[in-house]
């Protein structure tokens, strides 16, 4: 496998997403509610808490859900506003992790994430040890019905940096501030889009034995499982049978 995210792609193929929608709408709410605190609460006027929003539809979330997780940002509900922070740290074999946080109470979360790397074979490292390893990019997911060989040519005519086939599905890579453009380009082409996001793609992927990659998922797995985790990115490249005996865990 190739691509922006190992992680990400062997999640879509386990449908670990339609597993734990519950947990998802909770991490969306919080991404919208911080969204909206950043900048103007009208999504219109403001690309990020777009982008939240969006993401939370394509997701299938309740209107109502949406409207009152930006609400909630101005503090007319009430409780703690969570922030944003980023842990880094290594996985099996010096693998790199990047996550993406947003809580109310940041020694809660820290220990509870550093017990799971402790407990994951891996460690937590200090601000800035992997940040660098990976590059802000946005990435829209694509069915690759037809010709992929035409559907990517549109995509980069579109405005797109990189195209890449994963499977059944087309990998498009933009830089940030063109994700939403190049999004509009394609459904005005009446192409599905599966998902558009911004993340960070490692520049280089350190390869895995099976027996380290498998420790390096469930790794991964638990990481995300946490409450306030909102994103986790690593630069590790899972062998087919490692993705494999994960998948069918």
């Known amino acids: 496998m190739s691509g922006h995210s190992k992680w990400s792609t062997i999640k879509r193929q386990k449908g670990v997403a339609d597993a734990k929608r519950g947990a998802i709408f909770t991490k969306m709410s919080k991404e919208i509610s911080a969204a909206a605190r950043s900048g103007d609460p009208d999504p219109a006027v403001n690309f990020k808490l777009r982008l939240a929003v969006q993401k939370a539809r394509d997701h299938n979330m309740p209107v109502e859900n ?21 842990y880094e ?23 509870e994430i550093r017990n799971v790397f402790s407990r994951g074979g891996g460690n937590l490292g200090e601000n800035g040890c992997v940040t660098w390893i990976f590059q802000p990019k946005g990435l829209i997911i694509v069915e690759a019905s037809g010709n ?29 501030e063109q994700l939403e453009a190049v999004r509009k380009k394609l459904e005005a082409q009446k192409i599905k889009i599966t998902s558009a996001d911004l993340t960070r793609i490692p520049q280089n992927l350190v390869a895995l ?15 995300e499982e946490l409450d306030d985790v909102q994103r986790v990115y690593t630069n590790a490249d899972f062998p087919d049978e490692a993705i494999e005996e994960y998948s069918n865990l």
């Open 148 to 176: 992929a060989d035409d559907l990517a040519l549109l995509a980069i005519d579109a405005g797109a940096e990189d195209v890449k086939q994963e499977g059944a599905t087309l990998e498009i890579q933009t830089v940030p």
């Open 89 to 111: 740290g290594y996985g099996p074999s010096g693998t790199a992790i990047l996550i993406e946080v947003l809580t109310d109470n940041k020694n809660r979360t820290t220990a």
């Open 66 to 86: 949406i409207e009152r997780a930006i609400k909630r940002a101005s503090g007319a509900l009430g409780g703690v506003q969570p922030t944003e922070h980023n």
């Open 209 to 223: 034995e099976k027996k380290a990659a498998v420790q390096a998922l469930k790794l991964m797995d638990r990481i």
